[in-house]
């Protein structure tokens, strides 16, 4: 069974929920303020949710099914819909598969094939979730941080504006303006041809020395904080008027900031490990030969700003 078949009968439990659904009545009584604590779901004492033409259905398959096919499709939905949305779809799905086995599907040419390989689909998953949970640990996790950290050496930033404009006589003239009292800002916002620019001002928030062109990043790191470019800057974008606003350290991140990224990093590398080592203790013979890999250009850094 695929996972088009199985979003297709989510969608068909989805569709035939929703005309019931748009039948309820309004409720006589408006919500209150402050939503009370939902209640715990009842749950019959044999665990049994449904029995279908025989066939038990429990929690545990509704928990499958959502695994599958919950996500976006549930989450907005308060408990008892998601476990009736549930309910309805396993409900569905043991009907559909009871129809299926009546016109003996299963004993098609194909099918046996596609069991082995959705089962062994399964048990990968499982294998790949099991040595996540033991090796993916809160400890290896601030290691990886602290390593990481100790490799960071202190970069600085600078904050600053910049009016983008097309000739060099422009960018003087707009230099002597903002020298004479001009806002910086305000003439940021109508004169710049950077789209970006001109809607915060000219502002383009902190940077390191490498994110910008070479002529941008000279001139800009060059200047102290409060300070209006003496001339105009050239770069292959045009000519640029610059004011730094902050210098500044870059800040590391603190080990919350980046948790995410460390554990899906960390995640990525187990698993790698864990099927390369499967590789080489493993005896496999492949018949075709790999394709040659073409060599991947280098593709440059896009120019800020």
Not at 89 to 94: R, S, Y
Not at 121 to 135: S, Y
Not at 197 to 203: P, V
């Amino acid at each position: 069974m695929t996972v088009r078949m199985f979003l297709s009968l989510a969608a068909i439990t989805a569709a035939l929920a929703g005309p019931l659904a748009a039948q309820t009545p309004p409720a006589a009584t408006p919500a209150p303020a402050q939503p009370a604590t939902p209640p715990a779901l009842q749950t019959p004492a044999d665990g049994i949710l449904a029995r279908v033409q025989g066939v038990e259905i429990r929690q545990a398959d509704l928990d499958a099914a959502e695994e599958d096919i919950g996500g976006q499709t549930t989450a907005q939905m308060n408990p008892e819909q998601k476990r009736d949305y549930l309910l309805s779809f396993v409900i569905d799905l043991t009907l559909a598969a009871k129809a299926a086995e009546q016109r003996n599907i299963q004993d098609g040419p194909d099918f046996a094939r596609k069991m082995t390989y959705y089962r062994n689909k399964l048990l990968v998953e499982t294998l790949l979730n099991t040595e996540t949970r033991t090796r993916v640990t809160e400890e290896e996790m601030r290691k990886i941080y602290d390593e990481q950290r100790a490799r960071i050496t202190p970069e600085e930033e600078v904050r600053a504006r910049h009016i983008l404009v097309e000739t060099e006589e422009e960018a003087k003239a707009l230099i002597a303006q903002i020298r004479g009292g001009g806002d910086f800002e305000a003439i940021a916002k109508e004169k710049s041809k950077d789209p970006g620019g001109a809607r915060n001002g000219g502002d383009l928030g902190f940077f390191t020395k490498g994110q910008m062109v070479p002529e941008f990043a000279d001139a800009a790191f060059a200047m102290q904080a409060g300070q209006l470019s003496a001339a105009p800057v050239k770069s292959q974008f045009g000519w640029h008027i610059i004011k730094v606003e902050e210098r500044r350290q870059r800040p590391i991140p603190n080990f919350e900031q980046v948790r995410g990224q460390i554990e899906d990093f960390l995640t990525r590398r187990v698993q790698a490990d864990l099927v390369q080592r499967l590789r080489s203790e493993a005896q496999v013979e492949r018949f075709v030969p790999a394709p040659a890999r073409p060599a991947t250009p280098g593709v440059p850094a896009t120019p800020r700003p």
